[in-house]
């Protein structure tokens, strides 16, 4: 069974940090670029950041750029976020996502193989 399973979320202080981490099971972790995708309350998804297959190139939105730092761990099957100088427009659902092949950017949801169930960001003083 393939499993996505997002942690690490939670409520922080503008300015403040937090890591996000997304487990994968089920399938090949290097056969896949993983995304971070995230909806605020009210709006659609809007794309973060993605790192390649094996994690040679990342890529950021312009709205997390020099704040958000992707990452993974290969002998982990795992997936990071880490999130500085957070701000309360960073607030949102947070879903990891795997594919094998997609446009980067793309918030087309089947564009995806794969999607976790979410971990809640809270920016707020």
């Known amino acids: 069974e393939v499993q996505l399973v997002e942690s690490g979320g939670g409520l922080v202080q503008p300015g403040g940090s937090l890591r996000l981490s997304c487990a994968a099971s089920?399938?090949?972790?290097?056969?896949?670029?993983m995304s971070w995708v995230r909806q605020a309350p009210g709006k659609g998804l809007e794309w973060v950041s993605e790192?390649?297959?094996?994690?040679?190139?990342?890529a950021y939105s312009d709205s997390v750029k020099g704040r958000f730092t992707i990452s993974q761990d290969n002998a982990k099957n795992t997936a990071y976020l880490q999130m500085n100088s957070l701000k309360p427009e960073d607030t949102g659902m947070y879903y990891c996502?795997?594919?094998?092949?997609?446009?980067?950017?793309?918030?087309?949801?089947?564009?995806?193989?794969?999607w976790g169930q979410g971990t809640q960001v809270t920016v707020s003083s």
């Open positions: 089920g399938f090949t972790f290097r056969s896949k670029s």
């Open positions: 996502a795997a594919a094998r092949f997609c446009p980067v950017g793309t918030v087309v949801a089947g564009a995806y193989n794969y």
């Open positions: 790192i390649s297959m094996g994690g040679s190139w990342t």
